[in-house]
């Protein structure tokens, strides 16, 4: 009989042995808490999964995340080389995600959390001078699956678009940068920042005090916002906080953060300006992604190359 592995960490385990059992029904689904043959093993799926899980795996032919990222696997120093990480691409998680941010950038324009604010005082208060959508750019950090689409859709809602990525690449619309220069190119365009890119040595801590000091004074939605939809590793929370009671951030909408869950203690839960989500921007279907990663592993012991394999050197 087939095995599979999953090592899961953040989870309830049991509700995703039921879904793999569901669509590999001949396959035995094993625990990495559970005793198993370590030879048997030639598949294996994984969220933050313990250090050195996949340690010891003779026949291990693919790792797949069980979400978009893969930060969780490559923090692992125990991870056998040259196996193949795959990743979740899937449409409804990169939907649920775009919804996710052009609601946010669409809540900046609009001001919702100062008529809220008005709201609550009782004030029958209109601004009267807002914005149209063409007036603000929204700045994309990362320009990948979800970068991409995200950008198309913000573009129909009349944003401006600019885009940063690791590799210089066009797409049709959004003004597109890279590197170093490109990166200062887009903050200080930007009256909203998303952060829609991976976790990696090259993006820790990106989002800092030196970054959002950079940005347009955004006056006309009450300060440049920052959304954080990547990772939490990518931001420098006792930097954004100290920018938004200095005014240089008008707002920060955080659906990642430096732990998960977010610490009872973190000021940022209560704060006026913070909006704080679960990581659930973009959760997909459990059953979806147990049935994608099953029909690559079929695919993958007919012959064929496996799909969305990332990148060990770059992290992604
Ligand atoms: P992709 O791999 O498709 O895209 C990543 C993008 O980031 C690419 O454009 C890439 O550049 C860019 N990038 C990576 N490193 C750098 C760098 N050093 N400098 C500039 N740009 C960089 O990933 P996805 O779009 O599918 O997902 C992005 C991330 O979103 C995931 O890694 C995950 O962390 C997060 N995520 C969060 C979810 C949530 O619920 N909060 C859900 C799903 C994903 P290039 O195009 O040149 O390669
Ligand atoms: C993912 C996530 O990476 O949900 O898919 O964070």
């Not at 990743?87 to 609009?110: G, I």
């Not at 170093?180 to 930007?190: Q, R």
């Not at 347009?216 to 954080?228: D, F, R, S, T």
Request: aromatic share 6%; with cysteine.
């Amino acid at each position: 009989m087939n095995t599979l592995l999953l090592g899961i960490g953040a989870w309830d385990p049991e509700p995703w042995r039921a879904r793999f059992k569901a669509v590999l029904p001949d396959w035995d689904i094993v625990l990495h808490t559970e005793p198993f043959d370590r030879r048997a093993i030639h598949y294996a799926a994984a969220w933050k999964q313990p250090e050195g899980t996949f340690a010891g795996l003779p026949e291990l032919e693919a790792i797949f995340s069980l979400g978009a990222g893969v930060d969780h696997l490559f923090k692992d120093t125990r991870l056998p080389e040259g196996v193949p990480v795959v990743r979740v691409v899937d449409p409804d998680l990169t939907t649920r995600m775009s919804e996710y941010v052009v609601m946010h950038c669409l809540m900046a324009l609009r001001r919702v959390r100062i008529y809220d604010g008005f709201q609550r005082d009782r004030k029958w208060i209109d601004l009267r001078d807002q914005p149209q959508a063409s007036d603000l750019q929204v700045g994309l950090l990362g320009m990948g699956v979800l970068g991409q689409d995200a950008a198309m859709k913000l573009r129909t809602m009349g944003f401006r678009v600019a885009g940063w990525s690791r590799r210089q690449k066009d797409v049709a619309g959004v003004a597109m940068h890279h590197g170093d220069e490109g990166l200062e190119a887009v903050v200080a365009s930007s009256d909203i920042l998303v952060a829609m890119m991976p976790l990696t040595p090259d993006t820790t801590g990106i989002l800092n005090a030196r970054l959002f000091a950079r940005m347009p004074k955004a006056e006309a939605i009450g300060g440049p916002v920052l959304i954080n939809v990547g990772r939490g590793g990518l931001q420098v929370e006792t930097d954004i906080l100290a920018a938004l009671d200095a005014g240089t951030l008008g707002a920060a909408v955080l659906d990642v953060f430096e732990t998960e869950p977010l610490p009872e203690a973190s000021p940022l839960w209560l704060h006026p300006k913070v909006t704080a989500t679960p990581h659930n921007s973009a959760i997909s279907s459990p059953p979806a992604i147990a049935a994608y990663v099953a029909g690559q592993i079929k695919a993958h012991m007919a012959g064929d190359a496996l799909t969305n394999v990332v990148d060990p050197k770059h992290g992604y």
